[in-house]
């Protein structure tokens, strides 16, 4: 069966460095993205990487947050920077129909 796993979150100070890892199995990662969702909304897209390379930001993540991924190995990367505390949520992966169960990252001021 399809599967994602989300590494790499944790407890960080603003302005830190985290570095999240997407591995998929049973599925290609091909169109993926990154989404994060904090209490009480709704989830929000991050980044994505399609096929060919071509990537995508949102605004709050451009210029911070590098997404990558490594065809070989079927797993996604989000490298984020200079983190703030407003960055703090549960960062989920994201394949066409599938979620991954998502990884913790808490920022402190």
């Known amino acids: 069966q399809v599967r994602l796993v989300e590494s790499g979150g944790g407890l960080v100070q603003a302005g830190g460095s985290l570095r999240l890892t997407c591995e998929a199995s049973?599925?290609?990662?091909?169109?993926a993205a990154w989404y994060r969702q904090t209490p009480g909304n709704e989830r929000e897209f991050v980044a994505s990487?399609?096929?060919?390379?071509?990537?995508n930001y949102a605004p709050f993540a451009e210029g911070r947050f590098t997404v990558s991924k490594d065809t070989k190995e079927n797993r996604m990367y989000l490298q984020m920077n200079d983190l703030k505390p407003e960055d703090t949520a549960v960062y989920y992966c994201?394949?066409?129909?599938?979620w991954g169960q998502g990884t913790q990252v808490t920022v402190s001021s």
């Open positions: 049973k599925i290609l990662m091909r169109h």
């Open positions: 994201k394949l066409p129909g599938f």
């Open positions: 990487i399609v096929n060919g390379g071509t990537t």
